[in-house]
């Protein structure tokens, strides 16, 4: 009994305590990994905050955007152009949610407008395949994926880029709510769609730039992910992953999301790496969903989330 | 009204007419309402009071009929577009950004106010930041106005009912309105709460000679506050008039009371 209290509460700090730099890998392979996460999660964050639906298909989004931006590379184009092309056909995207979903849905209750966007995922999981073929393809955006030590700390190079990619896009939405009277207008529109209206805030325009910036986050968030383990379907289900980051950030918050992404990242990579041998490893396929459902219990509107306050 | 010696009208209801389904909330209402003036409409519950507030902000389109604002046709314009006319308004259950907070709320009031670009605002510069301030400072003269100085950090959400109330005419008059659409900004509140909704609207006419026209059932509130008194009911204008006249108008007094037969 004492021995298993000691492999669980003393052995894997002394282990951290004795290895520093190997720490430092550790934690930092986390974050990089929790940044990622943030940036799904961010493309979540963004659809909720301005029109109260779970879009279900970010995920596909994603892989859409990877899917398109690979496909028109390998026809030819040079990265830049392809890129271009690429922001073009998602903004045309969220011209035609908004027309074809949206618009006859709107005023509906929130469920209908998240079954219309599982629909969604199989369209587009479907003309992203018809479009581009249904191989894994490799995205190279030049990025090396090699390695170089500082420190004597192991680093990555695509890692490290990712990571900072998604800290900048992060940093920039952020302010981009908070701050600007676009940001306000869509805390605005998310909160109240008649009052929205009342004091002149044109709910298509909305809907249109929001979906623009969640396809943008999404370009963003399938080059990093694609460059790393190559464009293919399971790219779609990191999507999963972007939940826990949500329940524990709160689905309102986008600090929350980034805070949310960085515990889940570090959190599970610690815990493969110290707690894992105990039980025989896999620690970081579960981990994020034990802590989500902890947070179920005990804190459901998330660490930033907004409290949900019942008036009887 | 035809009345010699009144102001121009600013608002012209012409003939609205509304039906949803076999229902006809609104038939053949026209009136018009002079620039500055308090109007007050009154009627029964279901007198369609509401729905000829929502056709004037655009809520609602009639079936027929038109509207005027300021000499210009705009019966067909979506609501985010009469509110750019300048035509502000708050609503009967109060649809105010529960999540943001009361200056935050008051602020959105300003957005058809600010310009300028993405980019300096984001980064919170130049003349962005000089911007913010500047509707801030507005902002902060309709806070002060309303005694809600106490509260602007506060959730609109968690406020009680008769500030948020408050909160919510604070939103309408950011957007510095030509004309005010108030649906029954007194109900339930208590006396003291409404003396002072009485005071703010009065001082918002008096202040920034803002046109108004409300909603209100409490009958003394109407005659204190409002030279012009447009009754409904059934969908129909039964009265139209100075206070005095309508209050003692029969078709009113049949509509408040029941028609006596006996």
Known sequence: MLSLLHAVFVAPFLDMAGAPTFLAEVLIGGIAAGLMYSLVALGFVLIFKASGVFNFAQGVMVLFAALTLVGLMEMGLPVAVALLATVAVMVALAFGIERVVLRPLVNQAPIILFMATIGLTFVLEGLGEMLWGANVKKLDVGIPDESFKVAGILLNKLELTAAGTAAVLVAVLAVFFQRTRIGRA?????????????????????WVVVWSVAGLVAIVTGIMWGAKSGVQFSLSLIALKALPVLILGGFTSVPGAIVGGLIVGTGEKLGEVYWGPLVGGAIENWFAYMLALVFLVFRPQGLFGERIIERV | MSGAGRPPSLLEVDGISVRFGAVQALDGVSLEIARGEIAAIIGPNG??????????????????GAIRFAGAD??????????????ARTFQNVALFKGMSVLDNIMTGRLLKMHGSFLLEALYW??????????????????DFLEIQAIRKTPAGRLPYGLQKRVELARALAAEPTLLLLDEPMAGMNVEEKEDMCRFILGVNDEFGTTMALIEHDMSVVMDISGHVVALDYGRKIADGTPDQVRNDPAVIDAYLGVAHA
């Open chain 2, 126 to 143: 130049g003349p962005a930041r000089r911007q913010e301030l500047e509707h801030r400072g507005f902002v902060e003269q309709i806070i």
């Open chain 2, 47 to 64: 007198a369609g009071k509401t729905t000829l507030l929502n056709v004037i902000s655009g809520f609602y389109h009639p079936n027929e």
């Open chain 1, 186 to 206: 869509l805390r605005a529109v998310a909160d109240d769609h008649e009052a929205a209206l009342s004091i002149g805030i044109p709910l298509k325009t909305i």
């Open chain 2, 74 to 87: 705009r019966t067909h314009l979506k609501p985010y577009e009469v509110a750019t006319l300048g035509i």
